[in-house]
C-alpha cells in the first residue's frame, strides 16, 4: 500500500522560507513521477511543482524562479524548497505520487498547511 506523509509546513513572514518533505513508501517511487498541489478555499487546487522520473520539471507561473522541486529516490522523498514566499502562497500543499507533468496521479498525502502572513 503506498502512503505519503508531508512535512515542514508552518507560518512564515512574507519573504521567508520553508522547505517541504513527503515521504512515500511502496515500491513505486523511483518509476513514478511526484510533485506538489496546493489549494485555497473558494479555489481549485492548482499544481505548484512536478518532477517526473527522468528529471523533467514543470512549476506553476506562479512559483517559477522562488520555488524548487527535488527528489531523492534512495529515499523514496521529493522535496519542495519554498523561497520568497508571498501572502498568496498560503494554502495547504499536498504531495502527490503517480502525477504527469501536468495532472496528478492517484495517490495523495494529508497536506500541510503554508501560512504566509506578517
Known amino acids: 500500500q503506498v502512503q505519503l506523509v508531508e512535512s515542514g509546513g508552518g507560518l512564515v513572514h512574507p519573504g521567508g522560507s520553508l522547505r517541504l518533505s513527503c515521504a512515500t513508501s511502496?515500491?513505486?517511487?523511483?518509476?513514478?513521477?511526484v510533485g506538489w498541489y496546493r489549494h485555497t478555499p473558494g479555489k481549485e487546487r492548482e499544481l505548484v511543482a512536478v518532477i517526473s522520473s527522468g528529471g523533467r520539471l514543470n512549476y506553476a507561473d506562479a512559483v517559477k524562479g522562488r520555488f524548487t522541486i527535488s527528489r531523492d529516490n534512495t529515499k523514496s522523498t521529493v522535496y519542495l524548497q519554498m523561497n520568497n514566499l508571498e501572502p498568496e502562497d498560503t494554502a495547504v500543499y499536498y504531495c502527490?505520487?503517480?502525477?504527469?507533468?501536468?495532472?496528478?496521479?492517484?495517490?495523495w498525502g494529508q497536506g500541510t498547511q503554508v501560512t504566509v502572513s506578517s
Open positions: 511502496g515500491s513505486i517511487f523511483s518509476i513514478s513521477g
Open positions: 502527490n505520487l503517480g502525477t504527469s507533468l501536468y495532472r496528478p496521479g492517484a495517490y
